[in-house]
């Protein structure tokens, strides 16, 4: 099996892909506008509703979210001036720049890509749950960081497609006995983890997401927000135990043990039973929030 392998000039290759990557797929302008709006001192309200009312798409897709089951809002929000003034500027900031990724990246076609899709959008739903189980102040950041998590795999099938079919076929033999992880990082030299962490930094998401991303398999080592990680890393293993996963994977990765602190010091009665309820609760969730998967998939 072992000449099946070549991580070694692999790595290299990636991150040279990756440079590349951030130069070419360009996020739209607007969302550099959106970004210096929101991160600007002297930026008002009426500075960001103008730059959003002069993207008719995005004004379109704002509304939506903003006006589905996902906030809980029961008041019709029907201008962007509204919007941001119940959303405020970090939740319209992550939500322009989540969709702009997940257009750039959605190519629909492959039986792969339609599973990837359906099981992040779980987990984005799934990290959402988790966040309020866990006593969390709610805010838009779960979802995304969630719906984001395996962005790192959705460039890896895109961008070496030979390989990442490749890597596939040898998941799918039975005397290969390991990780999916593990497989990933002989044929690629890194983890999807970490490229997903690496195209999210340069696109310039906040570091709490970056973080929960780049470590949504090991969440306690995430620097700015263990409880976010926490979140996605648990949706996700929720999601890949109830089968809402791409892949056939034998082995998934366990439980990070060393987050269990983190998760008491959140909820001080936190079980498995309050985790099994959860798992049980998430498909009529997520077809609950099916109106959102449209805002950033159409
Ligand atoms: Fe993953
Ligand atoms: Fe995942």
Known sequence: MEELYFSEQSREHILGLLSRCTD??????IVHQ????????????????S?????????ARILSVANSSYLGFTK??????HAVVVLGFQE???LALSMSVVQLFDRRGSEFTEKLWRHSF???VGSRMLASYLNLRMDGKYFVSGL???MGKVFLSQYLPEKFNEMLTVLERQDVRTTYHAVEEKFFGMTHAEVGGKLLEAWMFPREIVDAVAWHHEPHRSGSNQALAACVHLADLLCTIKGVSPLKDRYFLPMDKKIVP???????NFSTEGLIALMGQLDLETDRQRALLSAFRW
């Open 24 to 29: 070419i797929l360009t996020l739209p302008h």
């Open 34 to 49: 959106i970004l210096d709006v929101a991160s600007g001192k002297n930026s008002s309200a009426s500075d960001l509703t």
């Open 51 to 59: 730059l959003i009312e002069s993207d008719p798409a995005l004004t």
């Open 76 to 81: 019709k929000v029907s201008t962007i001036s």
């Open 92 to 94: 319209i900031q992550n």
């Open 122 to 124: 779980s987990v984005g």
């Open 148 to 150: 984001l998590h395996d």
């Open 262 to 268: 983190v998760l008491y010091d959140l909820r001080e």
